[in-house]
């Protein structure tokens, strides 16, 4: 008793691990009591016992025990804590459970198993059964298997790995125990029921009886779909509401979804894959080709053997598959021809997917040998391509099917109509497109009037299959000509197909169809069809010879397909290349004669094999006009170039003649439909003319021509083929020189590298020094594709070729690759792909290292030298290493395949000598580089290794490691490293050293991840270890990577995580993860989709910057903040109610938790007022200081307390700057959120962040100004305006930051500044700017001087108060300053006037000093030699200008003239409204004129009671107006107020007019836009306009969409009216935009709507149906170049990047659309170099990053097509390439642009641009010099300009100045005068050239020059325009043909009689 008391006293835990059996008892049974009394689940207690429930279960007491299990199971079942125990737990009750044999043990150890599942631990509960299954006891084996089954049962297949189980089910059915066989035939009916027909095939090897029983007890179970009884504790409300649907009566929809899903699992993915490549005989190549019919029969029942095997290893099977393929196409005994076949048909079931790849080798084999009749063959076949149809897609081959329907073998037609029919059963409307359908239907509608019965009725099958597939009205069009008969053949034949998809369990039905490999079909037909949806293009088929661009869709890897076609390497795995390849049979030379007779004239068929060479050259003129006349369709290219090549042929001896004949064959090549039996024909002569020297570049010419037509890579082989078959030289060397071009040209991608390398390698050999260095030349090319990798080919070489190279190599080192300039339309579409994007827009070719051939080094991996490596004594361990190394280096490439060397390497990095880990790790280095993409295999033997070395406790190694680390991981990506527990593990070593390097390492990587595997979750519990570890290395370190882990695995997981730490841990952990999550970084492109779907339609229109539209509804800088903050707020409530349920330290800290889930600001009504009034009666202090006091910081202290929340006031008013850093972070999580109290609050907000700008401490002040950013950008939004008050107690403080000597902080505070000019009058904001230029600080004065340029550089001269001329003298007084910088700035604000003003400012800035009035004039001359400010000054300008005379131009539009349809009045108030959303914008604020604002308003006012008749237009005496211009001498200094007064009298009238443009009445609308063409039309009175032109222009496109949508649609309208009107708009915006100065008055979002109409109109198939649509149309073309080249360059780029983020977000957008709007942006992209001086950058960047924003990397790739992801690549990369590292000054419109997506892409590009500066020094050093001189001679130059224009200016010295320039002009013929010009009016831009035609006549004798009101000839410059939406450039007479149409209209010509009479022309 003594002992029983001794143990009694002991508490619980320690009675559970007492010796005695009955103290354990006795402990069991209380601590079953204390868990049952435990509610809440996270209680400590729980812990207490988290290492005894292992012993509860293993005790060794049979009775004990039982307590033990009914304990553990209600502790599993409660404890938040029991998955730690899984394992342990499990793995005791299989050991020491399942074998007792108590049936009660046996049922609670399956329930704690159960138990644990159901915590969400199956899979290591799942992965202890399993281990189980080995365990020799059948009694374990038994309850093992009852436990997974009853899993299954209740938990279903979703969460119980079938896989695994399946894998053993065999071995299990093979037990000698009988129990474990009936176990295991239970097992597989209850899999059965879960997966059906997919476990047959597993389980096809068992004994036969076994087999028979389990089919009848399948047959027994019910149909119906299973579904689980038990969920999961996260499914716990899906298990009530399926309880609550069954309640109902809704049972069957209850689980309907799940039991849809559970069938879908394919019998193939169950099945392990057979490696058998290695297993054919080892003459099996040998015997394939014996003479005996008996050993190639061997050989392939050899093969016929293997493939039988359901599942195939991927591998290389091309060798295979083309030794197969050779005894079907040509083996003459039939009998292998079947076997072959069935071979085939093995392969492609076995393989599927992997096997497309080569389809297109196979299907013309096979299709060609249906010619065979015998039916077994036949069967053979037809089997072989059904299953080789499921590999690939209809689309890729469609071009071999429809080559071989030609045949003229019926059963060949027979046969591959019926296989088209059955191909079809497979597809859907949107797997079998229009475009796929149309060639099908052609071809197929030749058979049905076939002679041969057979191939009539199949061909009725294909059609009547495709009728039902894809309906009547998509067949219809293509069945118009076939007559009644057979249309109800085919109709009949329809009804009787059952279709694959027509079922609704379409997958079943496919499994049941196919037994011998249940669920291929359905599985390989749904990627099909996914892949065909993929590629789906207007060009459907691909290239027959290029077998690379027949995979299913885009390939998943970047590795070549082996190809004996030309085509060669296969494309890059971010480029989905699709060609239609043109399939044309050879013709034979009478019939190429026929068809050339049928489109050539006579004669010049006659004349072609003439003697006389001018016959010839006559012949070839007239052959020349008539290819130019023909159309696509009706060129027969194969005839005309055969016709070109008859005698005498390519070997023509006039040069004239030649040059003429290789013309005409790029002509045929460019227009006709030219295919690759044409260019064969040719090819061979051009290769022999391409050396000579008067016909070599028109040879060139016809091959790039051909090149285009029949893609690059074909064309490149098969010149370079011809070329090194010759002997010439000189050919060889120019047809390198012409590859070297085409690849600029055309790209990289899909190029034949070993090819090409061989070419090159043949030339680098020859003796012709020519053809040594164009091989050169074009090894540099490839370089520029193909990065130095490429240098490994030729090692081999003489070492002074290969410096020859390198040094060819260096020239190239750093540049980027030319953007493909041809190819890209006709040739590329939409590709997906899986990789990472490339931050260069280059195009394939980095896969290179790929087509090295990799040496097998296994064999050389001998036990010898394991053995050398494992010896114990190092020097001999030091020479196996050496042995390895020597071997790597040899090889250069291998294979993956080392044999033991993985093993043996392994120890070596354990080694005790530190020399030799090194240089195992150096080994690993090379292995890494050798084996490339494969060394991911080795990662978990040899990878986590080398990790486990960054913990040694030496430098240079840990070092070391690391660099092999990373080695690897630039070979692997970084998926192999997190996947599984070995990182986890690696972690979870308490090794400082470890820790360090390896979340140093995790930090560096995870950012650049688009997403990581779900096990990083299991780094987690370690890295909260780190943050509290005793190094501070450490935790600093996990520190730096805490942001990245949540970055990727979300703040709610990693809060989560804290579940399992000790309470002080755990609060110290959460508040390092809300820092964390303040800082933590912009999510990568995956999550970001998901992340914006919350945020519906109105969050994105919040928080964007002020200068962006309103309508793009983008979240720009702080996009990521409002997600985690909604889901924070949505969240409230239920984080309430967990806390409760948290052991929490203390209740202070919980009411502390509720306190802070209020809002954040109190709205107290009339408060603000309240405390402005007090301030003004002086009952407060004002808030003016120059050090906060404490009285001030007390008064807004208690100001606070009634509108602040406690806490909030508390941290903002701490001593700690820690404290007020949170205050911050909570403010900014509150903003959206709380707005009306931000704003109630705001003067409290703001004086309180004035107290912060005298803070010490930086990071509270970044902090603040960041919120000010936010802060600014929401006020905008809700287009709230500061009060005098807010204004004038916060600007003045936030000004003394602006001479912060950071410059973050700079750029900061001026941004702020520009916001707030949104919410504040600029001219208010001008005298506290004005105040800061005071300040003794000279970076403020500086700042201050340059943020008033801004001022008025954008709000005119009306901001400068109180008046201009006394702003502008206190800035010039800073010309004067000490220091440099703000000299600048003065001068700098100075020189903006002076563009907005001209000389007025001189008067204006009063007297200067001699020095600072010449330091003035030097900085404007300078200036004025930068065009890039004057037109952006002068579109400013006018809106100030215009204000004045607003009052009388209203007075003159209230006349009985104007009246306008109340449907146009909502077009004007619905454009108004969208005017107003782009206030967001700085430009955009100016976009609509002042004048036609006020038009607005009139128009909605009128009350519409007079109506304008058409002759009182007649009235406006338009040439009497412009009077004042035509003054005799004109002067500069008179064009200003000439103008002025012009434009006030006029401005009525232009508004009128204007608005009669947008009239419902097309006669209105003409008769308007007349009278505004006659204006335009003539250069002195065009000037007019200027002001107007956003009027006109929102005029215009607002009646081009009242033409779209009403006047198209109305069939009583004549079109000729329409057109008519077309013609008129389209003439007067041509003259208009070539009008340079009014062109660049148009506004960003004017000219957005203007090319949204435009292209709108291009894309309106109705127009092309008109018999003049065409003529519209080719205007449009040169209106839209004309608009991209001559407007405002910054405008028209932003407009088109916005109207391209348009098209991409609306779902009804055309993709023709987009992809017209990106043309136009390439267009813009090659305009660049040419005017990137006078593009705003910061805008332009501020606007991509908008886009990017908006379309992450990932949305862009999920485009069906890949141009958008280009374009903006293009363009990016083209910015960098001319701004250099400047390009990131720009970026000051970005809000946090860190967490710019744009900034790291600029940074990587500009890194890479970067590597190139160093092999540039030299040259530039040598250029250095003469730059110098040419700089200096053109400063000389420009001054001497400066004073003859200085001269023109002025009234004395007007002539002489001209006499100068003209004699000046004459000297100099190339002399640039442009630059002095453009920041001139239009008017003295006339008044120049007149000036100087005049002397021309004058010193010619040619007398006086007409006057501009003479009739002038047309003087409009003729523009090819380039875009690539249309194919042809039409003349400028043929664009021109609407005007002409507006022109002769009987109303123009009698109005122009009128106004010229009253000028006295006629």
Known sequence: MGDDSEWMKLPV???????????????????????????????????????????????????????????????????????????????????????????????????????????????????????????????????????????????????????????????????????????????????????????????????????????????????????????????????????????????????????????????????????????????????????????????????????????????????????????????????????????????????????????????PTILEKFKEKKPQVVQALQEAIDAIFLTTTLQNISEDVLAVMDNKNPTIKQQTSLFIARSFRHCTASTLPKSLLKPFCAALLKHINDSAPEVRDAAFEALGTALKVVGEKAVNPFLADVDKLKLDKIKECSEKVELVHGKKAGLAADKKEFKPAPGRTAASGAAGDKDTKDISAPKPGPSKKAPATKAGGPPKKGKPAVSGGAGGTGTKNKKGLETKEIVEPELSIEVCEEKASAVLPATCIQLLDSSNWKERLACMEEFQKAVELMDRTEMPCQALVRMLAKKPGWKETNFQVMQMKLHIVALIAQKGNFSKTSAQIVLDGLVDKIGDVKCGNNAKEAMTAIAEACMLPWTAEQVMSMAFSQKNPKNQSETLNWLSNAIKEFGFSGLNVKAFISNVKTALAATNPAVRTSAITLLGVMYLYVGPSLRMFFEDEKPALLSQIDAEFEKMQGQSPPAPTRGISKHSISGTDEGEDGDEPDEGGNDVVDLLPRTEISDKITSELVSKIGDKNWKIRKEGLDEVAGIINEAKFIQPNIGELPTALKGRLNDSNKILVQQTLNILQQLAVAMGPNIKQHVKNLGIPIITVLGDSKNNVRAAALATVNAWAEQTGMKEWLEGEDLSEELKKENPFLRQELLGWLAEKLPSLRSTPTDLILCVPHLYSCLEDRNGDVRKKAQDALPFFMMHLGYEKMAKATGKLKPTSKDQVLAMLEKAKANMPAKPAASAKAASKPMGGSAPAKFQPASAPVEDSVSSTVEPKPDPKKAKALGVSSKAKSAQGKKVPSKTSLKEDEDKSGPIFIVVPNGKEQRMKDEKGLKVLKWNFTTPRDEYIEQLKTQMSSCVAKWLQDEMFHSDFQHHNKALAVMVDHLESEKEGVIGCLDLILKWLTLRFFDTNTSVLMKALEYLKLLFTLLSEEEYHLTENEASSFIPYLILKVGEPKDVIRKDVRAILNRMCLVYPASKMFPFIMEGTKSKNSKQRAECLEELGCLVESYGMNVCQPTPGKALKEIAIHIGDRDNAVRNAALNTIVTVYNVHGDQVFKLIGTLSEKDMSMLEERIKRSAKRPSAAPIKQVEERPQRTQSINSNANMLRKGPAEDMSSKLKIMYRTYRIQARSMSGHPEAAQMVRREFQLDLDEIENDNGTVRCEMPELVQHKLDDIFEPVLIPEPKIRAVSPHFDDMHSNTASTINFIISQVASGDINTSIQALTQIDEVLRQEDKAEAMSGHIDQFLIATFMQLRLIYNTHMADEKLEKDEIIKLYS???????????????????????????????????????????????????????????????????????????????????????????????????????????????????????????????????????????????????????????????????????????????????????????????????????????????????????????????????????????????????????????????????????????????????????????????????????????????????????????????????????????????????
């Not at 190639?296 to 293997?306: D, G």
């Not at 003859?1844 to 009234?1851: D, M, V």
């Not at 400028?1932 to 009698?1950: E, F, K, V, W």
Request: a positive charge; glycine letters at 6%.
């Open 13 to 363: 835990d320690q009675k559970c691990e007492h010796k005695l059996w009955k103290a354990r008892l006795s402990g069991y049974e209380e601590a079953l009591k204390i868990f049952q009394k435990i509610k809440d689940e996270k209680s400590p207690e729980w812990s207490k016992f988290l290492g005894l429930i292992k012993k509860f279960v293993t005790d060794s007491n049979a009775v004990v025990q039982l307590k033990g299990l009914e304990a553990a199971l209600v502790y599993v079942e409660n404890a938040h804590v029991a998955g730690k125990t899984t394992g342990e737990v499990v793995s005791g009750v299989v050991s020491k459970v399942f074998n007792q044999p108590k049936a009660k043990a046996k049922e609670l150890g399956i329930e704690i198993c159960l138990m644990y599942i159901e915590i969400e631990k199956g899979e290591a509960v799942q992965e202890e059964l399993l281990k189980g299954l080995d365990n020799k006891n059948p009694k374990i084996v038994v309850a093992c298997i009852e436990t997974l089954r009853k899993a299954l049962s209740e938990f279903g297949s979703k969460i119980i790995l079938l896989k695994p189980i399946i894998k053993v089910l065999p071995k299990l059915f093979e037990s000698r125990e009988k129990a474990v066989r009936d176990e295991a035939k239970l097992i597989a009916v209850e899999i059965y029921r879960w997966i059906r027909d997919a476990l047959r095939p597993p389980l096809q090897n068992i004994n036969s009886v076994q087999l028979k029983e389990l089919e009848e007890e399948w047959v027994k179970l019910p149909t119906g779909a299973p579904k689980p009884s038990r969920f999961l504790r996260s499914q716990q409300e899906l298990e009530a509401k399926l309880e609550q649907q069954q309640s109902a009566g809704g049972d069957a929809e209850g689980g309907g979804d799940d039991g849809d899903e559970v069938p879908q699992i394919d019998a193939y993915e169950l099945l392990e894959a057979v490696e058998i490549l290695s297993k054919l005989p080892k003459d099996f190549y040998d015997k394939i080709e014996a003479k005996k019919w008996q050993e190639r029969k061997e050989a392939l029942e050899a093969v016929e053997v293997l493939v039988k095997n359901p599942k195939l290893e991927a591998g290389d099977y091309a060798d295979l598959v083309k030794a197969l393929k050779k005894v079907v196409g040509k083996d003459t005994n039939v009998m292998l021809v079947a076997l072959a076949a069935k071979c085939l048909t093995g392969l492609a079931v076995g393989l599927r997917k992997k096997f497309g790849q080569y389809a297109g080798h196979v299907v």
């Open 1624 to 1962: 008129c708009i389209i003439g007067n915006m041509i003259s208009l935009f070539q009008i340079e100065s009014l062109a660049r008055e148009a506004s960003t979002g004017v000219l957005k709507d203007l090319m949204h109409g435009l292209i709108t109109l291009m894309l309106d198939s109705r127009i092309e149906d008109l018999e003049e649509g065409q003529q519209v149309i080719r205007s449009v073309n040169l209106l839209v170049v004309k608009v991209l080249e001559k407007s405002d360059q910054t405008n028209i780029l932003s407009a088109l990047l916005v109207l391209l983020q348009d098209s991409l977000l609306a779902t009804a957008s055309s993709p023709k659309f987009s992809e017209l709007v990106m043309k136009c942006l390439w267009r813009m992209v090659r305009l660049l170099p040419d005017t990137i001086n006078s593009i705003n950058l910061d805008r332009i960047l501020l606007d991509i990053h908008i886009f990017m924003k908006v379309f992450p990397k990932e949305k862009l790739k999920q485009c069906k097509s890949e141009f958008p992801i280009r374009t903006l690549k293009t363009l990016l990369h083209t910015l960098c390439k001319l701004k250099g590292p400047k390009i990131l000054d720009h970026l000051t419109m970005i809000d946090n642009k860190n967490e710019s997506e744009l900034e790291a892409h600029l940074c990587r590009m500009m890194k890479h641009s970067m590597d190139q500066t160093g092999s540039k020094s030299d040259k530039e050093t040598e250029k250095g010099a003469s730059r110098i001189d040419e700089k200096s001679s053109k400063a000389k130059v420009n001054d001497f300009l400066a004073e003859i224009f200085k001269k023109i200016g002025s009234k004395e010295n007007t002539k002489e100045g001209l006499a100068e320039l003209y004699e000046y002009k004459k000297k100099y013929s190339d002399a640039d005068i442009e630059p002095f010009l453009k920041n001139s009016s239009q008017f003295f831009q006339s008044y120049v050239e007149r000036g100087l035609r005049v002397i021309e006549m004058e010193r010619e004798g040619k007398g006086r020059i007409p006057s501009s009101t003479d009739p002038c000839p047309d003087t409009s410059v003729s523009v090819r325009p380039s875009l690539k939406f249309v194919i042809y450039s039409p003349p400028l007479d043929q664009a021109n043909h609407g005007m002409s149409i507006c022109r002769h209209s009987a109303y123009y010509t009698s109005r122009k009689n009128i106004l010229r009479s009253w000028r006295g022309i006629i």
